[in-house]
Nanobody, 125 residues
Framework: EVQLQASGGGLVQAGGSLRLSCAAS????????IGWFRQAPGKEREGVSC????????YYADSVKGRFTISSDNAKNTVYLQMNSLKPEDTAVYYC??????????????????WGQGTQVTVSS
């Protein structure tokens, strides 16, 4: 059974940094794909950053390019999202997710079947 545990959220001032962690179990990390998504109140869930070892790809939303970095530690079955230069508009619940088999390599939420519980990120101005 695929399980994902997101952590690392919190309250930070604008310009600050946070590192989110997504601990995964139930699948091999030799061939993995994990996405980070966020949802702010009243807004649709959006793909923030996704990484796929099988597709050899990483994706960043335009709004976070140059500020966020996705990485993985295969030994720990964990994917990280380093978030720097945070802005108030980054405030949201952040979720990590794993896609269904055969997904296209996108960072579109409909391709992701397994979701962690979410971690709140709040950036104050």
């Amino acid at each position: 059974e695929v399980q994902l545990q997101a952590s690392g959220g919190g309250l930070v001032q604008a310009g600050g940094s946070l590192r989110l962690s997504c601990a995964a179990s139930g699948f091999t990390f030799d061939d993995y794909a994990i996405g980070w998504f966020r949802q702010a109140p009243g807004k649709e869930r959006e793909g923030v950053s996704c990484i796929s070892s099988s597709h050899g790809s990483t994706y960043y939303a335009d709004s976070v390019k140059g500020r966020f970095t996705i990485s993985s530690d295969n030994a720990k079955n964990t994917v990280y999202l380093q978030m720097n230069s945070l802005k108030p508009e980054d405030t949201a619940v952040y979720y990590c997710a794993a896609p269904h088999p055969g997904y296209t390599g996108s960072c579109r939420s409909y391709e992701y079947d397994y979701w962690g519980q979410g971690t709140q990120v709040t950036v104050s101005s």
